[in-house]
């Protein structure tokens, strides 16, 4: 596989499940990001994480937890999620160097409905 | 005042013809900028990057930035109706690990 991966593309569930969203990049970054993108907003930075540690916290809940095992994958964890949470959660890879900022590349997206 | 504006649109244009998008950002100290395209129902994809004052051409594409007027400008040339979708502005400072995103401009390519 290339690029960068992310399950499930869709997602249901209660304002009491727990779930996770998982993504993997195959592109050799060092960073990867959670964004959140709601109908007619701008995208929103969720997390950064460069070299597995995180980096940036963009004032997000706590019913959202990030994990980040190694540089190639990252986790999102949710739990009692509200209704306002519904939305597509994309991750994203970067290689971060001294000189220059590197553009992201996007998974596909998760498309969080909650219920 | 939101860190990087674009006009919602839609922007209409015909077939053939050239499509004009906008962004300007706030942050003076933003030195990377990058054009997203993103179709309905998909996560953005990178069309341009610019990092320098002046224009950039990339086939149909051109970016253009302007520093000091703190403006950025995608110009697609030949617009063809495949180039309908959302085009979403982003930039970036030195010592910010992550862009900061326009709302995006929708593109209607009337065939």
């Known amino acids: 596989e290339t690029g960068v991966t992310q399950t499930p593309r869709h997602l249901v569930m209660g304002m009491t499940n727990k779930k996770s969203l998982k993504c993997e990049q195959h592109?050799?970054?060092?960073?990867m990001y959670w964004y959140k993108q709601s109908a007619k907003k701008p995208l929103e930075l969720m997390f950064v994480y460069n070299f597995k540690e995180q980096t940036e916290n963009n004032s997000v809940p706590s019913r959202f937890s990030p994990e980040c095992p190694n540089s190639s994958h990252l986790f999102l964890h949710l739990h009692t999620l509200q209704p306002e949470d519904s939305a597509l959660y994309l991750c994203?890879?970067?290689?971060?160097?001294?000189?220059?900022?590197?553009?992201?590349?996007f998974g596909n997206g998760t498309r969080l409905t909650v219920t | 005042q939101k860190e990087v504006e674009q006009n919602s649109g839609p922007l209409s244009v015909p077939e053939g013809a050239i499509a004009s998008l906008n962004c300007t950002y706030s942050d003076r100290g933003s030195q990377s900028f990058f054009w997203y395209r993103q179709y309905s129902g998909k996560s953005p994809e990178l069309i341009m990057s610019?990092?320098?004052?002046g224009d950039k051409e990339d086939g149909r594409f051109t970016a253009q930035l302007n520093k000091a007027s703190q403006y950025v400008s995608l110009l697609i040339r030949d617009s063809q109706p495949s180039d309908s979708a959302t085009y979403l502005c982003a930039a970036s400072r030195e010592g910010r690990r992550a862009l900061t995103f326009g709302s995006g401009t929708r593109l209607q390519v009337q065939p």
């Open positions: 610019i990092y320098s004052n």
């Open positions: 994203a890879s970067s290689q971060l160097n001294r000189d220059r900022y590197s553009p992201l590349h």
């Open positions: 592109l050799g970054h060092n960073a």
